[in-house]
């Protein structure tokens, strides 16, 4: 599968690459990204403003339909529209670092990818309401 790698800081530093296309853990869920949006965090990701792991898949905003699911997933099934969530590990209240410290496309690979494999707990399920890349520009249940 295609991703795109931050390699060093600046747009020189996004480079193409080529990953095995991931498998669902018992636990997992795999989704196709079907579309992606920038937003300010991501930019300074990539001009090296934003501290984060290198090399790193960027972006951290986006939709994908779940292609397959793990066998402890009841949550989820195959075919629907999901947005994963920017920071899993915050869930309400002001952010600090140890919500935020899993965050997608800085602290843990984002979605500028083909496919990602996901804990149920990532993603919020999407209505049709929006195309993709109207909702991949979202965080929150739509």
């Not at 060093?8 to 989704?31: K, S």
């Not at 965090?41 to 898949?57: E, F, T, Y």
Request: with cysteine; aromatic share 4%; net charge neutral.
């Amino acid at each position: 599968m295609r991703a795109t790698e931050l390699k060093a800081h600046g747009f020189d530093g996004l480079v193409q690459i080529d990953l095995p296309e991931p498998n669902a853990a018992a636990d997992e869920i795999v989704i196709q990204i079907r579309a992606a949006s920038v937003n300010f965090r991501d930019l300074a990701v990539v001009l090296g403003r934003h501290r984060c792991k290198l090399p790193v898949i960027p972006l951290s905003d986006g939709v994908g339909t779940i292609v397959s699911v793990g066998k402890e997933v009841r949550a989820f099934k195959p075919g629907q529209r999901v947005c994963p969530v920017f920071a899993p590990g915050w869930a309400s209240g002001p952010p600090c670092e140890t919500s935020t410290s899993r965050s997608l496309g800085g602290d843990t690979d984002g979605v500028l990818r083909d496919y990602m494999a996901l804990k149920p707990r990532m993603p919020c399920s999407c209505r049709i309401i929006l195309s993709d890349e109207e909702a991949a520009t979202l965080l929150a249940r739509l």
